[in-house]
Nanobody, 119 residues
Framework: QVQLVESGGGLVQPGGFLRLSCAASGSTVSIYNMGWYRQAPGKQRELVADVSGGGNTNYANSVEGRFTITRDNAKNTVYLQMNSLKPDDTAVYFC?????????????WGQGAQVTVSA
């Protein structure tokens, strides 16, 4: 059984910063792509950033230059450092990872972390 547990959401003022963490546990023989998605009220879930097993990163245009995704393979953890936050960044942020326990690879999701940017 694999679990992704997120932490680090909260309320922050515009221009502020937050760091999200997502730790994978359970049968995690290999973790491939890891990423962060977000979903604002009334909108579809969208990719924010992802990072490959080799460390290649990809960002949505709306967060390029403000957000940084990193991963610590020794801890099976992915991070999202969010700087210069804007009200439009308000959403529930979900961690995603492609993981194999030795058999097929599956996509797993975290429970979601609320990020609210408001004065």
């Amino acid at each position: 059984q694999v679990q992704l547990v997120e932490s680090g959401g909260g309320l922050v003022q515009p221009g502020g910063f937050l760091r999200l963490s997502c730790a994978a546990s359970g049968s995690t023989v290999s973790i491939y792509n890891m990423g962060w998605y977000r979903q604002a009220p009334g909108k579809q879930r969208e990719l924010v950033a992802d990072v490959s097993g080799g460390g290649n990163t990809n960002y949505a245009n709306s967060v390029e230059g403000r957000f940084t995704i990193t991963r610590d393979n020794a801890k099976n953890t992915v991070y999202l450092q969010m700087n210069s936050l804007k009200p439009d960044d308000t959403a529930v942020y979900f961690c995603n990872a492609y993981i194999t326990g030795g058999g097929p690879t599956y996509s797993y999701w975290g429970q979601g972390a609320q990020v609210t940017v408001s004065a």
